[in-house]
């Protein structure tokens, strides 16, 4: 499960007597949680790239007033929209996961690898216990210790823990 909020913005100072504002993005992916901050001009880029490809949902526009609290608070607002609903999709794209700094490549592969199993997959663990046949098929015989589970079985079925012939 992907889950996704923008919880606060914050102004950076760059070094050159300029200004921009990031938004911290918290990103739960497997119960783990992931931060990232990515400025207003990066979510347009991304919104211009999805444009081509899909339908996208409505994008909260540019204001002249960027540093009014006001405005930012519905810009964080809208752009928490924006991500929600690109991830309320079926197929979540690409870019999307790249953008929010999941790299699903490396470990796990991309959603498109999910759709076509491949067939060469190995497992990535060793076996912790095996058998060399089924236990449940194959009664136990010489133990000392009674059988309760079919006792409680019969005792529940029939008032008695005889065994019913």
């Known amino acids: 499960m992907l889950k996704v909020n923008i919880p606060s913005h ?87 996961m790249t953008f929010l700094g999941l790299n699903l490549g490396s470990s796990l592969g991309s959603f498109e690898s999910l759709d076509n199993p491949r067939e060469d997959r190995r497992t990535t663990h060793q076996p912790i216990m095996s058998f060399t046949s089924d236990p449940v098929q194959h009664e136990v015989t010489g133990g000392s210790l009674p059988d309760i589970i079919t006792q409680g079985v019969h005792m529940g079925l029939y008032g008695s823990s005889e065994e019913v012939s």
């Open 10 to 96: 914050r102004k950076v100072e760059d070094g050159r007597e300029k200004s921009y504002t990031v938004f911290s993005i918290e990103v739960y992916m497997s119960g783990r949680l992931r931060e990232v901050e990515r400025r207003y001009s990066e979510f347009e880029h991304l919104h211009k790239k999805l444009k081509k490809v899909t339908q996208t949902p409505e994008f909260p526009p540019k204001k002249v007033l960027k540093w009014n609290v006001k405005v930012l608070e519905q810009r964080r607002h809208g752009l928490e929209t924006y991500l929600q609903s690109l991830l309320g999709r079926d197929r979540v794209p690409k870019g999307v």
